[in-house]
């Protein structure tokens, strides 16, 4: 069964440094892979998917992930936070091309330090 | 063009009860989703749908029920809630395979 880890339950980050938020994820096969966040009381909103290609993708909001497969990795980074990039972060798996639902890590909380 | 919509946004039951969260959709999509968001667990699949007429049980399915309507509708129903029952539930929608879109949740308590 696949599933995903999400080491980091909590992260605190000063507003303006970078931002690494780990995502290691177990599947056989090629996994279809996405990071959401959530604001407080919110829903889940899109930050950037990987199906195939190139291993580096952008986002919205300034954030990017790297795919790199020898590693199981989606790994989710930001140059430069802002206060308002306080959330939730969730990374998730699906078997490509299925139409099984997303298998979702436990998440990771980030905090921004003015 | 309102994507994912909810309904209700709160609901208080007691043990015992039941009652249908309803979800619906206006994006076209074929599959749809139902999970529950509790504390340190990140989301959790309840059922799915992959197209009209079909519905599949996910990871936690034990005490629901769906029924997808139509092609713009899928409902979650509690026969008789319990306690454990208490989470926040979000509804999906997707092109199969492909990105699901989230609606805003349902607060749901049961004491």
């Known amino acids: 069964a696949q599933s995903v880890t999400q080491p980091d339950i909590h992260i605190t980050v000063s507003e303006g440094a970078s931002l690494e938020l780990r995502c290691n994820y177990s599947?056989?096969?090629?996994?279809?892979l996405f990071w959401y966040v959530q604001s407080p009381g919110q829903g889940l909103q899109l930050l950037l998917k990987?199906?195939?290609?190139?291993?580096l993708v952008q986002g919205i909001k300034g954030f990017e992930a790297e795919f790199k497969r020898s590693q199981s990795s989606f790994n989710l980074r930001k140059p430069s936070v802002h206060w308002s990039d306080a959330a939730e972060y969730f990374c998730?798996?699906?078997?490509?091309?299925?139409?099984?639902?997303?298998?979702f890590g436990k998440g990771t909380h980030l905090i921004i330090q003015p | 063009n309102a994507g994912v919509t909810q309904t209700p946004k709160f609901q208080v039951l007691k043990t015992g009860q039941s009652m249908t969260l309803q979800c619906a959709q206006d994006?076209?999509?074929?599959?749809m989703y139902w999970y529950r968001q509790d504390p340190g667990m990140g989301l959790r699949l309840i059922y799915y749908?992959?197209?009209?007429?079909?519905?599949d049980k996910g990871e936690v399915p034990n005490g629901y029920n769906v029924s997808r309507l139509n092609k713009r509708e899928f409902s979650l129903r509690l026969e008789s809630a319990a306690p454990s029952q208490t989470s926040v539930y979000f509804c999906?929608?997707?092109?199969?395979?492909?990105?699901?879109?989230f609606g805003p949740g349902t607060r749901l308590t049961v004491l």
């Open positions: 994006m076209n999509h074929n599959s």
């Open positions: 990987y199906f195939s290609g190139d291993t």
């Open positions: 749908s992959a197209s009209e007429g079909t519905t």
């Open positions: 599947y056989g096969a090629t996994p279809y």
């Open positions: 998730a798996v699906v078997s490509g091309g299925g139409a099984d639902g997303l298998t």
């Open positions: 999906a929608s997707s092109v199969s395979g492909d990105t699901q879109y």
